[in-house]
């Protein structure tokens, strides 16, 4: 059973920093695209970056781009979304996502495992 826990979020001002942090277990990731979405209130469920295990393609939403790095760690089977110069808007609930494809996967419906999220509030 694959089992995805999601550390890292909290309360930080506009223009701050957070590294969120996903840890994977449950089988071998070779094999698996990860991604990271969020939901903020009111508002549905969106694609925020993307990456496959074994090559390390990467792939990001237009409102992230630039300020948004997703990295993996093979030997500790952990995904990573680096997260500067946060505004307001991007105040959220962040999920970690995983799915047994090669490629970058972009919609929620396409991934097979979730997290439970972990919150990121930005303070204007």
């Keep these: 059973q694959v089992q995805l826990v999601e550390s890292g979020g909290g309360l930080v001002q506009a223009g ?24 903020a209130p009111g508002k549905e469920r969106e694609f925020v970056a993307a990456i496959t295990w074994s090559l390390g393609n990467t792939y990001y939403s237009d409102s992230v781009k630039g300020r948004f790095t ?12 680096q997260m500067n ?3 307001p808007e991007d105040t959220a609930l962040y999920y970690c996502a995983a799915a047994g494809y090669i490629r970058v996967l972009t919609t929620s419906r396409e991934y097979d495992y979730w997290g439970q999220g972990t919150q990121v509030t930005v303070s204007s």
Excluded at 16 to 23: F, K
Excluded at 27 to 32: C, H, M
Excluded at 70 to 81: C, E, P
């Design 70 to 81: 997703i990295s993996r760690d093979n030997a500790k089977n952990t995904v990573y979304l």
């Design 16 to 39: 701050g920093s957070l590294r969120l942090s996903c840890a994977a277990s449950g089988r071998t990731f070779s094999a698996y695209a990860m991604g990271w979405f969020r939901q």
């Design 85 to 87: 110069n946060l505004k």
